[in-house]
């Protein structure tokens, strides 16, 4: 594989070729970066952690060994932002009703969107808590004096909760409890009566932010006793949101050039688990190899090689390790709103996320090539001798979305997702480095390609309409194959416990039918689970080696 890589840099233009580190020191370089991210030692770096810091400092560390001048806070490498961390419960949550004393989690929890503190008052029934001009329904009387209630709302609406019912628009929780707290209410109470309904998740979430009042969902049939007009209440709901810090690491190739390339890799992970895991299970480290230590590793040979190319001293390089990522493009984000280049600089930006499964094909997308005209040369590099599969869209699950939301082109490589993804099995030990090395000598033929083509310019890409996309309250339980172009919804992993995977369905099986419904791309798969509600049964049609096969779901 070694003596074949080495005639793929053969096509690399001979001035960038001939100061290139050899092919096997390249790989050596790779494979030591992506041993230390994805070892244990760091239990799998997630942002805000001793673990990410310690990435940090390895990657600025790094980068002084190449001579990157800082670019981060204070003339360091380092550039620190806060974010608020996953909230938990703290030690005082109580609630009682009357005379009764309910535990919290067995019969009660705060919703996501619960605020702290205590609040005593008395319950006023108010059915779902929907204003609907338009439908000529109030559930808020007008002679109500709301100080000191506590409005106790179904989660369900007037003709139930399906995809179907004209108060689609008012279903929403966090909504109605906004528009009890507008109307002075101390606190809200959901309960479920209608059996048809979902309840809410207890699970709290970072990425919903408190609305002033508690806010709590009452299990079970309690309701039937206890959500009483004038019932006495008293709710203490602590709520622990603690505020943590990331870094970002940021180092600059000053050629003194006009123009700022930017590149970039996220160097977080998922810690022990964190909310986007797919792992079901006792917590386990997630040492994030692919997802992306091979993106920050591609990202440190580059930086190495493009320090030393005269070929490519048209533009300065900044190389961006951004922290956050998995939990929402914090660092990106971060970084674009507080530049330490200005964004009117910036050439292009190049983003590196899961760069360490190049399959047996050579397959790799890269996203966003709408995001320019000038993209249009990544279909004409050969090095690497790479088959590339390009989509338009600026926007994206990765970090390039930062910058092209300021205008900036920007495109994303990706050798696809795999049965590994957001799991504890992501190791270093299936990792293909020599496919990362092609992906190395793909991007720097690149560079050099666009060194005559000026600033590139920047066009807007037509996204998915949101308004159109349909809503669904069920999962399949599947990682898609954002690569496969054929008919169909290609199943690349699976999640354990899940429908698909209870019902026999395997990692290469091509969905092309779910209930009455045709699965002819990614939107019929989605408009196919929107049709469904958790406990339906369907039909879903697979392909398996070319041949039919059905299997029968339960969501």
Known sequence: MIRQLALFALALPLALHAQLLSDADA??????????????????????????KLAADYIAAKFGNVGLMPYGDQASYLQAFTFQSEPTLGAVNTLQLGRRQLKVGEQWYPLAFSASGPVRGKILKLDYGIVAPELKRSDYPD??????????????????????????????????????????AAAVLFFNDDPTAPTPEPKLSAKAKPIGIPVIFLKGELYEQLVIDNNPCVINVEILREEKTAYNVVGMIDNGAPNVVVIGAHLDHLGYGDEGSLHRGEPAIHNGADDN???????????????????????????????????????????TK?????????????????????????????????????????????????????????????D??????????????????????????????????????????????????????????????????????????VTLGVVPDYLYDGKGMRIDGLTEGKPAAN??????????????????????????????????TATIKVLRGGKEMDAQVTF
Request: charged share 25%.
């Open 400 to 473: 390039h979305t930062s910058f092209y939301l300021q205008g900036v082109p920007a495109i994303h490589f990706f050798t696809g997702t795999h049965a590994d993804y957001h799991k504890p099995t992501d190791d270093e030990d299936k990792i293909n480095y020599p496919g990362m090395l092609r992906v190395t000598r793909f991007i720097e033929s690149l560079v050099a390609t666009l060194n005559d083509d000026g600033k590139l310019a920047f066009t807007k890409t037509e996204e998915v309409n949101t308004e159109n996309t349909p809503r669904f309250k």
């Open 293 to 335: 230590a091979s993106g920050v590793a591609v990202m440190l040979q580059l930086a190495r090689d493009l320090a030393e190319y005269d070929h490519t001293r048209a533009n300065d390089y900044l190389i961006i390790a951004f922290s956050g990522e998995e939990k929402g493009l914090y660092g990106s984000n971060y970084w």
């Open 503 to 536: 019902a026999g369905l395997k990692v290469g099986d091509v969905v092309v039918k779910l209930g009455a419904v045709e699965v002819n791309d990614m939107m019929g798969y989605m408009k196919a689970l929107g049709q469904f509600n958790k406990g339906d």
């Open 143 to 184: 002679s109500a004096d709301f100080k000191d209630r506590i409005v106790a709302f179904s989660v369900s609406s007037p003709d139930g909760i399906h995809p179907h019912s004209k108060y689609l628009a008012y279903h929403d929780l966090q909504a109605r409890a906004e528009k009890a707290a507008a109307h002075g």
């Open 27 to 52: 790989l050596d370089q790779m494979r030591y970066d992506v041993k230390y991210l994805a070892s244990d030692r760091l239990e799998g770096r997630e942002a805000g952690t001793p673990g990410e």
């Open 338 to 398: 507080n530049p330490t280049v200005p964004i009117s600089e910036i050439n292009y930006m190049i983003n590196l996320d899961m760069v360490g499964r190049l399959d047996s094909t050579g397959a790799i997308g890269i996203n966003g090539v709408g995001t320019s005209p000038t993209w249009d040369e990544v279909n004409r590099i050969l090095v690497g001798n790479l088959k590339v599969k390009t989509t338009n869209s600026g926007i994206g699950p990765s």
